[in-house]
């Protein structure tokens, strides 16, 4: 849905989503890397399953959550990428045993 | 004095000037334009500053004292400084329509704010329907970048331009480059890329993401358009679940169309040694936000005894005159770019609340069992409830409960707001040092 301006260089960083390898930069955010990815729907809502991607990127909406290393409901907008970072598509509810 | 600067985000800038350090020197910064440039140098001086800066710290609570709870890489701590000035800025207004929930519908800030911190832009002609500055600044950030322009759905209603003219000779004398700026954009915009004046109805229309737009004209022109990505705006509104957690008083601007905090000429609210500058104190734009800050500083030094007060006093009377003067264009762009009655009150089958999907249609049956405000609307549908904690749903739920029974909306009010400001895990919690949780 979105692409870089430029050929990013160097400070090239790899994350998983879903399992899939995917290439990051250094300092953006979690969000800002899934908008250049096919589907860019982060998760489904707990009441209708409807799915949900990123709307305000600055910390306001909560409709960019996503699981992150293990954690639940993260707010991707807000989160920088690191390198072998796990990012894991929500479904529903999330679980507090997980 | 000793100061510790607690920000959301990664970097000093706030929205306006966000990423400015990584991004000056680089074509991005031609992109973003002068404005944003004229950032690097206000960064540099709180750099320079000695002041102590927290990045990445989300503020979760803040009570009367005052003091502050906040969490920074998962450890919760607490704080007790002699004065708070909060400086939240502003976010963008809720503006619901039918299929405003699906992947693909995004706002223009959101955009911006990709193209300043991660340099994309929307691979696809992208549709931008909005009512304000924002909009098309963004727009013609986008064209300068490279990107492409679907069409541009100017929503902002017929009359508005008469109805500023009046105050078009202040906000002259207050700001004219920025005026000339912006009939730039306008024009250039008009001779690049499908420009529709008036529009008065849109609706995202898709399965998994956005797959079309419909939109109707003030003339009743319809017109139904694929669409990848859809970005929106319909202008700014303060930040002020801090101030309302506080329980600070607040005020209806009705030029503005929303809530803020009553502040004292300082900038202090009715919450003894608690501050608020920058839009968070009503929208007056980046030039108004530094002024802002610095008189409630020296009101602060003051009050720590840090400046005598006749000397905070004296200082003060400049920047209040420059404030004076930015603030002078704000009613020739309030008026201009007063958003139409549907932003406020949506059509019936909108979603009004996002987090637990709440239709329009069933805030107006709470509405037709009595005269609810909008914390019973909330225990009786959840709306509010969600982890967004009412911050898209707020002034919806307001402006139905107000239509629908013929009250207005400050009469109405907001939710009643809850803590924890924003969420945190357990884990975070029980970390909080036990000296935080008695003292």
Redesign the interface.
Known sequence: MFRKLHDPRGEALTVTIDGVPVAAEANESVAAVLLRQTPVWLRTTPVSDALRGPYCMMGVCFDCLATVDGVASVQTCLTQVRDGMRIDRQRGRPSVAS | MDVLVVD?Q?TPGG?IWR?VE?VAG???AA?LGKAYGEGLAVVGRFRASGAGYEP?T?VWQVETGPRAFMTRNGAASSIEPGCLLLATGA??RPAPFPGW???????V???Q??LK????????PVWIAGNGPLSLLYAAQLLQ??GQIAGFLDTTPPGRTAAAIPKLAAALFSAPGDLMKGLGWVSALRRRVPYVQHVTKIEAIGG??IERLRYVTASGKTATVEA??LLVHEGIVPTIHPTLALGCRHGWNTNQDSFAPQLDIWGETSEPGVFVAGDGAGIGGATTACLRGEIAALRIAARLGRLPEAQAAAAAQPIRSRLTRALAARPFLDTLYRPRSAVFVPPDETVAC????VTVASIREQAAAGRPGPNQVKAFTRAGM???QG??CGYTIAHVLADAEGREVPDVGLYRVRPPL??L?LGELAALDSADVTS
Do not use: F, H, W, Y
């Open positions: 959301e990664p929205q990423n990584a680089t074509p991005r992109i990445g989300q976010q963008e929930t699906l992947p693909g519908v995004m706002t800030g959101a955009a704010i990709v911190t991660s340099g994309q832009i929307p691979s696809d970048a490279g998994d993401t990848r990505l996002r987090c637990e999907e969600g982890p967004c911050r898209q924003k969420p895990t």
